[in-house]
């Protein structure tokens, strides 16, 4: 069972990265788009890449006042992980993982 959990992970990363390759050149991002970026933004702050992970379509069924929270919770998860005063720890990476009509998920 943990193969296909570690395949599942893996075409998750090649659709996010399909997707980011895909949207480069897109001013108009979407929320997937505008998810991550906020990782690509704190990546400075974090000294690591954080992973974003996506589970369906974003794009037209996640409300826009919702989708903005999102956002907004996602940088201020990031935020807290390479704050000095949380990450006594010394975390090394951050994956947080979205599907509509499901639960918000940070490991």
Do not use: H, K
């Amino acid at each position: 069972m943990a193969a296909i959990g570690d395949i599942d992970e893996t075409i998750s990363q090649i659709r996010t990265t399909i997707y980011q390759l895909g949207q480069a050149a897109d001013p108009a991002r979407g929320l997937r788009g505008r998810l991550l970026d906020v990782g690509m933004d704190l990546t400075p702050t974090l000294a690591f890449d954080p992973a974003v992970r996506f589970a369906g379509v974003l794009e037209g069924t996640v409300p826009d006042e919702v989708a903005d929270d999102l956002v907004a919770v996602l940088r201020e998860a990031l935020t807290m992980v390479g704050s000095d005063q949380l990450n006594r720890a010394g975390a090394s990476s951050a994956i947080a993982g979205v599907r509509p009509g499901g639960r918000w998920c940070a490991r």
